[in-house]
């Protein structure tokens, strides 16, 4: 399979292979590996920033992953683990099937680097307006690859001030980074 040149835009960057995308991104994190390890797998943390109340990962390869919070719930299983490094899982509902995440992390300049990657399968565009309007959000108005773009920009940045003790996002967060991803073209 081809890959077309990555696209930098803003924080994230984006590979696009036919119908099928990868989205990356990159942070520095002022913690140690096992703060961020813990925000990425406890479930009373993944609800700060991620996933809803209720969710939960079961370390260990075929275990569940439940995450509360997006849609109707991710429901899926652990690919690959390798705490305190590395953790892979299904990004589905039962409605619909986003691809893998995977989370990697390392040490770096006294603190952590963090590296998010999420393989989206071609885009069900049928299934993609169902769950817009779920949302209550207008499909036309906001398409799939700078929502999903927007969307872990934001999840990372609400990570980070999670792991800072900070105070929550503007309401207007996630709408500004979806404007400056479609601006730059982001799945033209």
Do not use: C, N
Request: aromatic residues 6%; without cysteine.
């Amino acid at each position: 399979m081809s890959t077309d040149s990555p696209t930098t835009l803003a924080d994230g960057v984006l590979e696009t292979a036919g119908d099928k995308h990868v989205v990356r991104f990159q942070r520095h994190l002022a913690h140690p590996i096992e703060r961020v390890w813990a925000a990425l797998t406890e479930p009373s943390r993944l609800g700060d920033w991620l996933a809803g109340d209720s969710s939960d990962i079961e370390l260990r390869v075929g275990g569940r992953v439940h995450l509360a919070g997006h849609d109707d719930g991710i429901e899926s299983t652990v690919l690959a683990l390798d705490p305190p490094h590395l953790i892979e899982y299904g990004w589905k509902t039962k409605t619909w099937d986003g691809g893998t995440i995977r989370w990697e992390v390392s040490e770096q300049d006294g603190g952590s680097r963090l590296r998010l990657t999420h393989r989206m399968p071609e885009i069900d565009l049928t299934a993609d307006r169902e769950i817009m309007k779920r949302m209550g959000l207008d499909p036309d108005t906001f398409p799939p690859i700078p929502r999903t773009l927007a969307g872990w920009h934001t999840m990372l940045d609400r990570l980070e001030r999670t792991l800072e003790g900070g105070d929550q996002l503007p309401d207007d967060h996630w709408k500004t980074l979806f404007d400056q991803y479609a601006d730059a073209g982001a799945g033209r």
